[in-house]
């Protein structure tokens, strides 16, 4: 259909659908990819992936060591997998005088396998514009209002390693099962926009 | 290239919309999967389908949904591939099927130099028409190597489809007065710069 950038444009699902369609016609793609991928993503790759990690980070101090210095090993021997192109999990440590926040500035990189699938928020244009510049102030109107001797560092993900935060623990916590605190960590303190605190188990 | 989608330290946008509102739109993960089976089969790679949502006009970029600028770029690469024809896209929808611009040449790695962790580098004063993976908040900017990463494809080769040299990257860190003088947060901004776009500077 003959088109130019002020005609009407289709619908994004409508043109979703004429991709597949055609795909699948050119038997290009198996009949189950779409069903299969689509599952394996959501069940496998979730926010309860880097929780574990977090919370045996927490209560083993040797597998803190090695998660800091070699992230992507750690994460494979727990199950975890990772798509080709994320060659290296880089995990920065907050702690109460260090405040890590990630962000993709070029487009929206993630490691999604291990901290689930991006947020809306992280991928939305002020996001990526302004917490490079206005992190404390991005910070604050999101909800984390961090004392002024807190350092705040930020990290684009501009190459093929992928950043995850290690929040820190909430004290009150210290003694918790793994499991147990395994529940308290969300994805947003695993991408550094809020700070974790007990809640009554 | 200096395209819209290098959004890093752009002033005017409003606050975060923070949390998120729930978000269910069926044809996402259908985008999702069929830009996973492209990238799996090897039909591009990661580089190229950056480089094709960057292609995109910035007017259709800056509306367009995360997805949509994902669904943009496979049926741009599917059609330059010649894995798929356009008409056959175009003759599925009723309206206009829109596509992102034409692809350059790319360019080539600079010759090989190596970093350490420490060192004080600056990021080359150099504009390129092309796919790269340098934040333009950066360009000409002075920080410090605080980490070293495995290679990667370079990405000014790969996404172009050009065979493309292995080459590490650096995490630079910058301070945020010295990118934004005057107009920022104070903060440390780190940076994975790919070893081509630096240059080392004797320590002081």
Not at chain 1, 72 to 92: C, I, N, S, Y
Not at chain 2, 135 to 144: A, C, D, H, N
Request: negative net charge.
């Amino acid at each position: 259909m003959p088109h130019d950038q002020h005609s009407f444009v289709a619908p994004p699902e409508q043109r979703a659908a004429a991709l597949e369609i055609v795909l699948r016609r050119k038997g290009e793609m198996p009949e189950t990819f779409v069903h299969d991928f689509t599952e394996h993503a959501e069940e496998k790759w979730i926010t309860d992936n880097g929780a574990r990690m977090v919370a045996r980070a927490w209560v083993d101090p040797s597998f803190r060591r090695r998660l800091l210095a070699d992230g992507t090993t750690v994460a494979k021997e727990m199950g975890f997998d990772f798509p080709e192109h994320h060659r290296q999990l880089v995990v920065l440590e907050n702690t109460a005088a260090v405040h890590n926040a990630i962000v993709c500035t070029l487009c929206s990189c993630t490691a999604y396998t291990i901290i689930g699938a991006a947020p809306e928020w992280y991928k939305d244009l002020e996001y990526r514009a302004r917490v490079v510049r206005e992190s404390r102030t991005v910070l604050r109107e999101m909800g984390l209002d961090l004392p002024a001797s807190v350092e705040i560092r930020v990290w684009d993900t501009t190459a093929d390693h992928r950043y995850m935060v290690l929040p820190a623990q909430p004290p009150a916590t210290v003694g918790w099962s793994e499991e147990d605190l395994a529940k308290l960590v969300t994805q947003d303190s695993m991408i550094g926009a809020s700070r974790l605190q007990a809640i009554a188990r | 290239m200096d395209g819209m989608h290098d959004l890093g330290g752009k002033q005017g946008f409003g606050r975060v919309a923070y949390p998120s509102r729930p978000h269910d739109e069926t044809w996402e993960p259908l985008v999702r999967a069929l830009s996973a089976f492209a990238l799996k089969s090897h039909i591009y790679n990661m580089d190229e389908f950056r480089h094709a949502i960057e292609r995109m006009a910035p007017r259709h970029y800056i509306n367009a949904p995360y997805y949509e600028r994902h669904l943009t770029a496979v049926a741009t690469l599917l059609v330059e591939k010649g894995v798929i024809a356009r008409e056959e896209l175009e003759s599925q929808v009723n309206g206009g099927f829109p596509f992102a611009g034409p692809i350059g040449p790319g360019r080539k790695a600079a010759p090989p130099q190596t970093f350490e962790i420490g060192d004080r580098v600056r990021v080359r004063n150099e504009y390129v028409p092309g796919h790269h993976r340098m934040p333009g908040y950066i360009r000409g900017k002075v920080g410090v190597v605080v980490g070293i990463s495995p290679r990667y494809p370079f990405p000014d080769s790969a996404g172009h489809g050009v065979q493309a040299p292995m080459e590490p990257t650096c995490d630079v860190r910058f301070r945020s007065r010295n990118l934004w003088p005057d107009s920022c947060d104070d903060a440390l901004n780190h940076v994975g710069v790919f070893w081509s776009y630096l240059e080392k500077l004797e320590s002081t």
